[in-house]
């Protein structure tokens, strides 16, 4: 197989200053996609020194790649944000073939991570902060992204939600909801998207080493391993190659579904 297989597809990768989203960037452009490369702040990458801007980070991976990259800022559960990112998208680097929507995560929340939502104590506030972040910008991003896939009759949307979804945890019941929320929400997308073969799936983290989460908690030391055992955090790349999987051939008969990538930490239905 052609290792750049997605050469000339054009990628809109939200959330993709720094972590799992710049991953997915990089894994996108490095098959040969351009990529529209979103984030919410500028300064972003440099909140938990992973980059400095979110436009040196879409120069640095389009060099990097040898692909065309633009950077689009936006506040994704604000409806007008959602359609000028889309448009600035597909504006300059053409129809989006391939949608990966990252951007989420319960740091919206005034407790920050890694619990701010205890499912008690919670402020209405921070309830409403996490659920926008989660489950309305993924609703609005993938109606948005959605239409003119339709009108293609071609694309792939994968949406990042967490194994928060499967699992109950006392300090995160609202981000945990969300997430489950915006999981079925995938599910029910791709149902609809089916006549217009489109492929709809969703991807769910477990603990991963990214920057932020490497830089909110106490993490032991002994899970920081990389090899010998699946009870270990994540490398970022273990998580972000499945993105090809979703994205490239391999896919293309696949959909509506919804991959934990954990290592076995939860393997019940679910």
Not at 34 to 45: A, F, L
Not at 125 to 135: K, S
Not at 204 to 231: F, K, M, N, Q, W
């Amino acid at each position: 197989m052609n290792d750049r297989y997605l050469e000339g597809k054009t990628a809109l990768v939200t959330g993709a200053g720094r972590g799992l989203g710049r991953a997915f960037a990089e894994r996108l452009a490095a098959l040969g996609c351009k990529v529209g490369i979103h984030g919410m702040r500028e300064q972003g990458p440099a909140e938990y020194g992973e980059g400095t801007t979110l436009t040196e980070t879409a120069r640095q991976v389009g060099l990097q790649f040898g692909v065309r990259t633009t950077r689009v800022l936006g506040d994704l559960t604000k409806v007008p944000d959602v359609e000028a990112v889309v448009a600035k998208v597909t504006e300059e680097l053409g129809p989006i073939d391939i949608l990966v929507h990252n951007a989420g995560g319960d740091i919206a929340a005034a407790g920050g991570k890694p619990n701010p939502n205890d499912a008690i104590a919670i402020k209405e506030e921070d309830i409403r902060a996490v659920l926008d972040r989660n489950l309305l910008s993924t609703i609005f991003v993938c109606r948005e992204t959605a239409k003119a896939m339709m009108e293609r009759r071609s694309g792939r949307i994968i949406t990042i939600s967490s194994i928060a979804a499967f699992r109950g945890f006392a300090q995160q019941a609202i981000y945990s909801t969300a997430k489950a929320a915006a999981v079925e929400y995938t599910r029910c997308l791709a149902m609809q998207l089916r006549e217009y073969n489109i492929n709809v799936n969703s991807l769910a983290p477990g603990d991963t080493r990214t920057g932020r989460y490497l830089g909110s908690r106490y993490v032991d030391p002994a899970r920081l391993i990389t090899e010998g055992t699946l009870d270990r955090v994540a490398l970022v790349d273990e998580v972000a190659r499945v993105v090809d999987f979703f994205a490239g051939p391999l896919g293309a008969f696949v959909t509506g579904q919804v991959l934990r990538v954990d290592g076995g930490n939860q393997c019940w239905p679910s």
